[in-house]
């Protein structure tokens, strides 16, 4: 895939050190998601009144929208530590032996893309999860021998962008689920006026509000795009962002008023232009793009979907009046009447 300055994963070890610099470490700090901060807030204080482990906690949601967060706060506040690791990175139960010997009682581990688990794993994992012991076989053939092997109270954290693909007896070892959906503008400039404080960039609010408006509802995109108008202001004014170079360093990234790049352009180009509207299968959409389905799917749509430029329906995805406008297209062929 292309690297999009719109993505909700993250591009580089370099971005990841400025994200880890800026990431919120106890939930007093954390901005946004009020419902969830104040539900969870209950779960670690009544875990810690009981000096007991916090429960396995599910986190779906789309990608950067602070899942991994998320989970170092948790560890942070319930003086833990956490491991992290990630689904496709598991590949035999002996990757996971050692990190979960190792875990303390409250240790957290932290599993992203956790939807991406081989069956092996997933099956190694229940008894760690549910009983706290772990059965590893030594040896091969007739010398094959089944270890049970005792492991601490630990708190799983998975995290994953398709709660719908997680096996249900994994999901189902999970004692809580939170939802996180997109942040609303107004948080979002929040976190942008944080975030510029932290990097001792001169801001107004109307340029957070800005950068808010283009960041589609995703905390890790808001902080890129903030860099990258920072980095516009240093070279082109005399450091100070304001709405105007905002607007110019976002228009000059190819970062549209709702947020949309190159790649949301062009996939709604085709729905209206070339399906006349829709519904086209998503198979034929990333044919046609020459892009793979998980990235539409976990990448592209969600926020399409949100702002309500797509829907899905059964027979595919249609694009909707609106979508058009904002472009300035028409449907080809005259069917207006097919955009919803
Ligand atoms: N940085 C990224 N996400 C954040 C959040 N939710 N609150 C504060 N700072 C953040």
């Known amino acids: 895939m292309r690297d999009r300055v719109v993505t909700g994963s993250s591009l580089n070890s370099d971005e990841e050190s400025t994200q880890l610099s800026l990431r919120p470490q106890t939930l007093r700090e954390y901005i946004g998601q009020k419902e969830l901060r104040e539900k969870l807030e209950v779960t670690l204080n009544a875990a810690k009144a009981r000096r007991e482990a916090v429960e396995h906690i599910l986190f779906y949601g ?25 689904g496709p990175a598991l590949k035999r139960s002996g990757d996971l032996m050692g990190i979960l010997t190792n875990l303390k009682e409250g240790d957290i581990l932290f599993i992203d893309e956790i939807h991406r688990l081989s069956p092996v794993i997933e099956e190694f994992l229940y008894p760690a999860m549910e009983d706290f012991k772990v059965d590893f076989v030594v040896d091969k053939g007739a010398f094959a021998k089944v270890i049970n092997v005792p492991l601490k109270r630990f708190t799983m954290v998975g995290a994953t962008t398709r709660a719908g693909m997680l096996s249900a007896p994994l999901r189902d070892r999970f004692g809580i689920y939170y939802h996180i959906d997109f942040y609303p503008p107004e948080d979002l400039q929040e976190i942008i006026l944080r975030s510029a404080g932290l990097l001792e960039s001169r801001i107004d609010t109307e340029a957070a509000r800005t950068i808010a408006s283009r960041a589609r509802g995703t905390p890790r995109i808001a902080n890129r795009l903030l860099r990258r108008v920072r980095d516009y202001a240093d070279v082109k004014g005399d450091g100070t962002i304001t709405a105007e170079i905002s607007a110019r360093a976002l228009d000059a990234e190819g970062v549209d008023e709702r947020g949309l790049d190159d790649l949301d352009r062009k996939l709604l180009k085709i729905v209206i232009e070339y399906y006349k509207g829709g519904p086209v299968g998503i198979e034929a959409l990333g044919a046609t793009l020459n892009e793979e389905i998980d990235t539409l799917v976990d990448m592209v749509e969600p926020y399409l979907l949100k702002i309500g430029f797509i829907k899905r329906t059964r027979q595919g995805r249609m694009a909707s009046a609106e979508a058009a406008a904002h472009l300035g297209l028409k449907p080809a062929g005259g069917e207006q009447e097919k955009l919803f």
């Open 62 to 86: 789309p990608p950067g929208l602070g899942k991994t967060t998320l989970a170092h706060i948790i560890a942070n506040e319930m003086d833990a530590k956490v491991y992290a690791t990630a």
